[in-house]
């Protein structure tokens, strides 16, 4: 009984890694798109420096990470960021015009469901472990060959309050 449950944590443990390994691949690729997004939107709206100093400053925050919860909390600061550089956008139609600047955000929104994709491919994976760890006789085996709960990738508590956009209108 001990060695077929012994197994089957090391498998649903390979599983989390695997599925926290595509989230990350997926960040990373976001990561590496926005440098580009930056210095496109530079050459238009080079006076909105706060904005693209926060995508900056996010940005660097998501990349020194180093468990779920930071990256998560990370997450939620980079995508609150970029929610303030698309209101900035709306200033500057030629700007949304620009191809370069369309397709980075076709390939930014590509990303930005590919994330969501993965992490709940992720917290499903983490479900199935956490709930072998915390079952009879999983509980029993899990304690003695040290096969710990997971953390889910949850979103920051602050991303369930939906950002106030205002377009210059006098409501």
Sequence with gaps: MVIPSYNNFVTLEENVDQSYSQIENQLQRRLDLIPNLVNTVKGYASHEEEVLTDIADARARLAGANSPEEEATANAELTGALSRLLVVVENYPNLKADQQFTQLMDELSGTENRISVARKDYNDQVAEYNKRVK????????????????????????????????????D
């Design 135 to 170: 079952r009879f006789p999983g509980v029993i085996i899990a304690n003695i060959t040290g096969f710990d709960e997971k953390e889910y990738f949850e979103a920051d508590p602050s991303a369930q309050t939906a950002p106030e956009v205002n377009f210059g209108g006098n």
